[in-house]
């Protein structure tokens, strides 16, 4: 098993295609290992090495999956969303203890005041004309003299913050080997082979791209083509010039290229993927039958999130494997159930707790959240996920919800993915996010938030009289709000906790 980034990437055909994007020549494994070296050099000669963190400012693309990677073999990364402001840059590059910044060579944003407020190093990346994809040079005003240290699979590869929606974010380390472990995951339980190509439109601040798209297909030796970010508008074109066998998206993106399908159906008959991924935010049963029927092709859900490297569990590959509604089998960690409050595992629905190389050996600075969130028992080291569930009989992983998200009107608790379930096969519906609504009396209520598919017609009053026929009184959301689009967050996900403000139904606290 791998331990190291660089571990990921020794190994391959020099020749072989490693990262390519729109209109550019492809960089190979050849070019990526000796990129890794030029890195280190300019890192080194900057002062910057083993131990030192490097957060990162850059568009989606190629140099960003390229950055990672070389970066990460010398130093910590810390990739950070490029559409955060002053403040948000502020708090995360002092909160991260970053010693440098890596932005663009014309970037002029938001990340550069805040850094230069700070003290902080800038170092720019800089795109030489014709490089192939992902090729770049690093320059900076600062020099200094730093030993050269192999970076160990002990020592920390890559520092994210989780999303912080109810309190203060927490920064999630991952060591070199969680990297590369997760890597390993997702490249087995695809079977990913140097054939495979992803199409990448995940952001790549975010665990999702950086590891299923990106990570994984190093591991395999195999190349990722990386799209400027996502747009529906543009995906097909995207994916006829790429060819690629799969790509790995959030639900939301996944219905918005739904949308599209039918007027691309040549595209998608001369492409013919191999699979499609799911996952960061559970797929409806609906969308993934949908999704199959387009592409004539399986639909893999899997279940990742940022404090296990990504991939804790995954629908199987296999022909007829999937099942609708469920995130899979364990897939590189020990998956199992715990007990919500008590410290010990269960038979029976509760909390989704994880153990394996994959997950982070804890929060930074942060004992109390260490102290709720891990646990021993039948020796292992338990991480508590968060997220309530259980194993159906033939041992695949059913999520109920965020346990901060199950709703809990007058001491019932709701799950909102099966009022979501429910409300989305309503023939009119197309998109659906169900959430608390704050209530005097019964504590919470059900609401939901609906998007309608294109040219179909329903009242907030029909979706509520068709959930009425489906579900238990106490479920059906008393308030449905129609809408053309739904917020979502940096990442695309749709976000329950909070909603309810965002759309202005209650007062902000």
């Known amino acids: 098993m791998h331990k190291t980034i660089q571990s990921l990437l020794s190994e391959h055909d020099g020749s072989a295609l490693a990262i390519g994007a729109p209109d550019r020549g492809w960089m190979t494994y050849e070019c990526l290992r000796d990129l890794a070296h030029e890195v280190a050099d300019a890192l080194h000669g900057m002062g910057i090495g083993k131990g030192d963190r490097v957060a990162i400012v850059l568009p989606?693309?190629?140099?960003?999956?390229?950055?990672?990677?070389?970066?990460?073999?010398?130093?910590?990364?810390?990739?950070?969303?490029?559409?955060?402001?002053?403040?948000?840059?502020?708090?995360?590059?002092?909160?991260?203890?970053?010693?440098?910044?890596?932005?663009?060579?014309?970037?002029?944003?938001?990340?550069?005041?805040?850094?230069?407020?700070?003290?902080?190093?800038?170092?720019?990346?800089?795109?030489?004309?014709?490089?192939?994809?992902?090729?770049?040079?690093?320059?900076?005003?600062?020099?200094?003299?730093?030993?050269?240290?192999?970076?160990?699979?002990?020592?920390?590869?890559?520092?994210?913050?989780?999303?912080?929606?109810?309190?203060?974010p927490k920064i999630v380390p991952l060591l070199q080997s969680n990297v590369a472990a997760s890597a390993e995951h997702v490249r087995m339980s695809l079977n990913l082979t140097p054939e495979d190509r992803c199409l990448n439109v995940m952001p790549l601040f975010h665990i999702h791209g950086l590891i299923a798209a990106v990570a994984a297909s190093l591991a395999a030796g195999a190349s990722v083509w990386c799209a400027p970010g996502f747009d529906a508008l543009k995906f097909f074109g995207w994916m006829k010039e790429a060819k690629p066998t799969w790509y790995t998206a959030v639900p939301t993106m996944h219905q918005a290229i739904l949308a599209r399908a039918a007027r691309n159906e040549e595209i998608i008959d001369a492409t013919r993927l191999r699979f499609l991924r799911s996952s960061s935010a559970s797929l409806p049963a609906q969308v993934m039958l949908a999704l199959g029927d387009t592409f004539g092709a399986p639909v893999v859900e899997g279940y990742g999130m940022t404090e296990a490297a990504h991939q804790m569990a995954s629908n199987p590959l296999d022909d007829g494997a999937q099942k609708p509604g469920s995130v899979g089998v364990e897939a590189g960690p020990m998956v199992r159930i715990a007990h919500e409050t008590e410290n010990h595992l269960i038979d029976d629905i509760g909390e989704v707790v994880i153990?394996?190389?994959?997950?982070?050996?804890?929060?930074?600075?942060?004992?109390?959240?260490?102290?709720?969130?891990?646990?021993?028992?039948?020796?292992?080291?338990?991480?508590?996920?968060?997220?309530?569930?259980?194993?159906?009989?033939?041992?695949?992983?059913?999520?109920?919800?965020?346990?901060?998200?199950?709703?809990?009107?007058?001491?019932?608790?709701?799950?909102?993915?099966?009022?979501?379930?429910?409300?989305?096969?309503?023939?009119?519906?197309?998109?659906?996010?169900?959430?608390?609504?704050?209530?005097?009396?019964?504590?919470?209520?059900?609401?939901?938030?609906?998007?309608?598919?294109?040219?179909?017609?329903?009242?907030?009053?029909?979706?509520?009289?068709?959930?009425?026929?489906?579900?238990?009184?106490?479920?059906?959301?008393?308030?449905?709000?129609?809408?053309?689009?739904?917020?979502?967050?940096?990442?695309?996900?749709?976000?329950?906790?909070?909603?309810?403000?965002?759309?202005?139904?209650?007062?902000?606290?």
């Open 355 to 509: 153990s394996g190389p994959n997950v982070t050996p804890g929060y930074e600075g942060n004992p109390e959240a260490n102290e709720k969130s891990f646990f021993d028992a039948e020796g292992h080291r338990w991480f508590r996920t968060g997220d309530q569930g259980a194993f159906d009989e033939d041992g695949y992983l059913v999520l109920t919800g965020r346990l901060k998200e199950i709703i809990n009107r007058g001491g019932e608790k709701i799950s909102p993915l099966e009022v979501d379930g429910v409300l989305l096969d309503h023939p009119a519906v197309g998109q659906v996010v169900t959430f608390a609504l704050p209530h005097p009396k019964l504590g919470e209520e059900v609401a939901a938030a609906v998007v309608l598919r294109e040219g179909a017609e329903a009242s907030a009053q029909d979706i509520r009289s068709f959930a009425a026929t489906r579900m238990a009184d106490f479920k059906v959301p008393r308030k449905v709000i129609i809408m053309d689009e739904i917020p979502k967050g940096a990442t695309g996900k749709m976000q329950r906790i909070g909603l309810a403000e965002k759309l202005g139904l209650v007062e902000k606290a």
């Open 60 to 168: 989606n693309g190629p140099e960003m999956a390229a950055a990672f990677v070389s970066i990460a073999q010398v130093a910590t990364t810390a990739p950070l969303n490029p559409a955060y402001r002053e403040e948000e840059y502020a708090f995360y590059l002092s909160d991260l203890k970053a010693k440098a910044l890596v932005v663009a060579e014309d970037y002029d944003g938001a990340a550069l005041g805040a850094a230069e407020k700070a003290g902080m190093m800038v170092i720019r990346l800089r795109v030489p004309v014709g490089s192939p994809a992902g090729y770049f040079t690093l320059s900076s005003e600062h020099s200094g003299i730093v030993g050269k240290k192999d970076v160990s699979p002990d020592d920390v590869a890559l520092i994210l913050h989780t999303s912080g929606t109810t309190s203060r």
